[in-house]
């Protein structure tokens, strides 16, 4: 007798004990027995032809029938639902058949199994990386959506208050001028000066928030003009030399190549890229400190190098503050500061300034050996600014040639 009559021999026991193992309730008794009548008609159409690819409509069927709670688990079922299919083959053919006859066909049937094994593992991992992708997809929709409230809030609240801040602004230099001949006391100045600071400071916060919700929009606007990057830090460090004294820092503003040469930028968006820079620098390097404005000329790019022996900043952190709201830290510690040691703000500075140097086309990166008070190991903000020797849109060209060329 041939293999495959011995396989047909065993049939109606295999069934009967198969079925009666796998499926205990016997409400879903007939459908496991059906499903078994397929398997064994493939193993039986494989001792026929030796092509094991029989199996696999059923072993796909198998694995697709995967619940959502399996994939969940990580765990296989189905490895174990096979292997004691083997078992019981194995069992059977034992108690049947003469132990030499029961060896052979269990040797005939086993690339079956291997193969059954090899399949359910591909085709699970391929069903758990589906999976897997789905929910990263879901993740990531989730994020997004995340995202864009956290926008429409930043851009909702900003108008919302800006409108009170006007009338604290207006109030209070009316009140200002209601009282212009009447000879102040310290005390009454200092309370009018603390009203204006405070309304001033709030308007900034304001303003970067606006400029948030602009960047992260695509709606950021660029007003490209002839700059020259050694003048646009002049401007900075008259601006920055009261507070430069009180703390006691050196700042250096070092030539080099490039930094007096006409490029094309946006020379307020730029002020805003290397004011936040130079701030933090300031902020973040106790008393006495050294502040260096360097930089490099490469193909194309101008490379601004803004150094501070500051407190530095952690590897893992590098990447986070330049991200929205990305101020590092106990929040709780911060002074609400522009330029106080440690001062804090609202962590909107370097992802406004990461959002113009890109407008331009642009990159900013920082580096640092890590953060620690006590040694101060500094950092080192890099930015990276195209050079456009000629307008580089078709707006702001028909501007320069109207101006170079007055009738
Ligand atoms: P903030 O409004 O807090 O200054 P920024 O976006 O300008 O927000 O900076 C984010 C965070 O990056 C800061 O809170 C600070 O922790 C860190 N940081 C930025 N510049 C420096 C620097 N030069 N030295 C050390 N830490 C810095």
């Known amino acids: ?19 009666l193992n796998l499926a205990k309730a016997s409400g879903i ?36 029938a995967q619940t959502q709670s399996d994939l969940e688990s990580g765990q296989s079922d189905l490895i174990p639902f096979v292997e004691s299919i083997m078992l019981t083959t194995h069992d059977i053919c034992r108690e049947i058949l003469d132990p030499t006859t029961a060896n052979d066909l269990m040797g005939a049937l086993l690339p079956a199994f291997g193969y059954a094994f090899q399949t359910i593992s591909r085709f699970e991992t391929l069903a758990k990386i589906d999976y897997i992708s789905n929910q990263l997809d879901e993740v990531r929709q989730t994020l997004e959506k995340l995202d864009r409230s956290k926008s429409d809030f930043i851009a909702v609240a900003a108008h919302e208050l800006k409108t009170p801040l006007t009338l604290i602004e207006g109030y209070s230099s009316m009140l200002r001028d209601a009282l212009s001949n009447k000879q102040f006391t310290q005390e009454e100045s200092d309370l009018l000066d603390g009203i204006s600071m ?8 304001i303003d970067d928030m606006i400029d948030v919700s602009m960047i992260d929009n695509n709606l950021l606007q660029l007003s490209f003009q002839p700059i020259w990057v050694n003048r646009l830090f002049a401007v900075l460090e008259t601006e920055f030399q ?5 703390r006691q820092l ?10 007096n040469e006409m490029t094309f930028g946006d020379p ?20 006495g400190g050294r502040i260096m404005v360097n930089g490099r000329k490469l193909p194309g790019f101008l490379e601004v190098i803004i150094s501070d022996s500051g407190i530095g900043i952690a590897p893992d952190d590098q990447m986070i503050i330049f ?7 106990n929040s709780a510690l911060h002074s609400s500061s522009k330029t106080k040691f440690k001062g804090g703000g609202p962590g909107l500075g370097l992802h406004i300034a990461r959002g113009i140097v890109q407008s331009h086309g642009g990159e900013i990166w920082v580096e640092s050996p890590g953060y620690d008070e006590v040694t101060c190991p500094g950092s080192t903000f890099h930015i990276l600014i195209p050079v456009h020797t000629h307008p580089p849109d078709d707006k702001t060209a028909k501007l320069f040639t109207a101006l170079q060329n007055p009738t």
């Open 198 to 205: 405070g309304s001033k400071r709030l308007r900034s916060i």
């Open 242 to 246: 009261p507070i430069i004294q009180t």
């Open 29 to 64: 008794r007939q459908n496991v027995r059906d499903q078994m009548e397929d398997f064994f008609d493939r193993l039986e159409q494989f001792l026929e032809t030796g092509d094991t690819s029989w199996l696999d409509p059923i072993l796909k069927s198998w694995s697709e």
């Open 250 to 259: 050196t700042l250096t503003l070092q030539p080099f190549p490039g930094s």
């Open 1 to 19: 007798m041939s293999e495959i009559e011995f396989l047909h021999q065993i049939r109606p026991i295999w069934l009967n004990r198969i079925t």
């Open 268 to 287: 307020e968006r730029l002020l805003q890229v290397f004011r936040n820079v130079l701030s933090n620098a300031i902020k973040f390097t106790p008393d």
């Open 323 to 329: 991200d929205k709201f990305g101020r590092i830290g």
